[in-house]
């Protein structure tokens, strides 16, 4: 199962939320997959990543 909550805490460490990143990183529905913890694309995932300058660790997590 995926889990965004280390991207949750990134923004939160960056005093961001995660509709800070709706525009040109994420779009609404991609946000709202999110919220639910649903799958997005890899590419998404990369874009997070070079928007906010983290480790792909630092936005998402398998958990068991």
């Given at each position: 199962?995926?889990?965004?909550?280390?991207?949750?805490?990134?923004?939160?460490?960056?005093?961001?939320?995660?509709?800070?990143?709706?525009g040109n990183v994420l779009n609404s529905r991609t946000i709202a997959k999110i919220n639910r913890g649903e799958s997005?694309?890899?590419?998404?995932?990369?874009?997070?990543?070079?928007?906010?300058?983290?480790?792909?660790?630092?936005?998402?997590?398998?958990?068991?």
């Amino acid at each position: 199962m995926i889990s965004y909550d280390p991207l949750f805490s990134t923004l939160r460490n960056k005093n961001m939320v995660i509709s800070d990143l709706r525009g040109n990183v994420l779009n609404s529905r991609t946000i709202a997959k999110i919220n639910r913890g649903e799958s997005v694309n890899l590419s998404t995932i990369e874009r997070i990543c070079l928007y906010l300058d983290v480790r792909i660790e630092e936005v998402v997590e398998i958990k068991k």
